[in-house]
Nanobody
Framework: QVQLVESGGGLVQPGGSLRLSCTSS????????VSWYRQAPGNQRELVAT???????NYADSVKGRFTISRDNAKKTVYLQMNSLKPEDTATYFC?????WGQGTQVSVSS
């Protein structure tokens, strides 16, 4: 079984920053695309950002210019740098590959 483990969530004030990490046990990590999804209470799951094996990135319009996805294949880790956080960013954030799901890490943005 391929496992994905997220970390880095927490409680921050509006305008603050967090960096989420996702570490994979998969042997083929370097050749798969990795995405971050989020889900807030009462909402459907939303695709936030994706990075391909070649490093191409895509972002939801709601986070474009504020969030940055990156990867370190040597560490088998993907990061999501979140700046200028807003209350509407509050959600559980999940790391996802074509065949694996993480357990999620909670991000809360509140004053």
């Amino acid at each position: 079984q391929v496992q994905l483990v997220e970390s880095g969530g927490g409680l921050v004030q509006p305008g603050g920053s967090l960096r989420l990490s996702c570490t994979s046990s998969g042997i083929l990590f370097s050749i798969v695309a990795v995405s971050w999804y989020r889900q807030a209470p009462g909402n459907q799951r939303e695709l936030v950002a994706t990075i391909t094996s070649g490093g191409t990135t895509n972002y939801a319009d709601s986070v474009k210019g504020r969030f940055t996805i990156s990867r370190d294949n040597a560490k088998k880790t993907v990061y999501l740098q979140m700046n200028s956080l807003k209350p509407e960013d509050t959600a559980t954030y999940f790391c996802v590959t074509p065949h694996s799901w993480g357990q999620g890490t909670q991000v809360s943005v509140s004053s």
